[in-house]
């Protein structure tokens, strides 16, 4: 298997995972703000021509983060960060869709509608005059994410899983992009000083260094 990494939460996502598991796969770092994604060759085998990608050794090839997580947990990981359980994993799908919905989906779209436009207005739908409002739906988001949290330690209690490592490589990417959280929510600080903590969070950080080089 052969993994195409790049710059972006997505792309922080599948490391993640690959740095809490130790699941090892070939990894080959394309360059977005080059356009390589573009490249015929590519987006033949990305649907939409997004990063990350994971091609299989039968020449197929699964696109989208959680997507790529959730086939290397169940064929590679042995559920790991999924759940162990059918009541587990839905337990940890059930987050991971809260949070794609009430983050993930804002967030972006509210920085593609601003800070991101340069790069994404040729190609995809931008909604400038909506941005705004796009973030503070993020924001409010991130609020009610704080309440789920509690008192923690994690989104699924005290089982670290993939819906934590989707939230935090997004509330990583807000914070660099004029949408940090608000310091108000003390749950969701809490947490994210104990994620950050984690040698997969650092080991993460770069898509261009290999999992445990140092950064």
């Known amino acids: 298997m052969k993994l195409y990494q790049s710059l972006g939460p997505n792309p922080r996502v599948v490391l993640m995972y690959l740095a809490e598991t130790g699941v090892q796969v070939d990894r080959q770092f394309v360059d977005i703000m080059a356009a390589e994604n573009r490249q015929p060759d590519f987006s033949a085998k990305s649907p939409l021509a997004h990063t990350p990608l994971l091609e299989l050794d039968d020449g197929s090839c699964i696109a989208e983060s959680i997507a790529i997580c959730e086939y290397m947990d169940e064929t590679l990981g042995g559920h790991a ?12 799908r059930m987050l991971m869709r809260i949070v794609d919905q009430l983050v993930v989906v804002p967030m972006t779209a509210g920085f593609r509608g601003a800070e991101g436009m340069p790069m994404f207005e040729s190609r995809l739908l931008c909604l400038p005059d909506a941005a705004a409002d796009l973030k503070r739906l993020a924001a409010d988001g991130l609020a009610q994410v704080d309440r789920l949290l509690g008192e923690g330690p994690w989104l699924a209690g005290e089982r670290f899983s993939l819906a934590d490592i989707l939230l935090y490589s997004f509330v990583e990417f807000g914070a660099m992009v004029g949408q940090p959280p608000d310091p108000a929510l003390t749950n969701l600080a809490a947490w994210r000083d104990r994620v950050a903590a984690r040698p997969a969070a650092i080991d993460s950080a770069n898509p261009q260094l290999g999992i445990g080089e140092p950064a």
């Open 81 to 92: 960060l999924l759940g162990a359980t059918a009541a587990e994993r839905a337990r940890t």
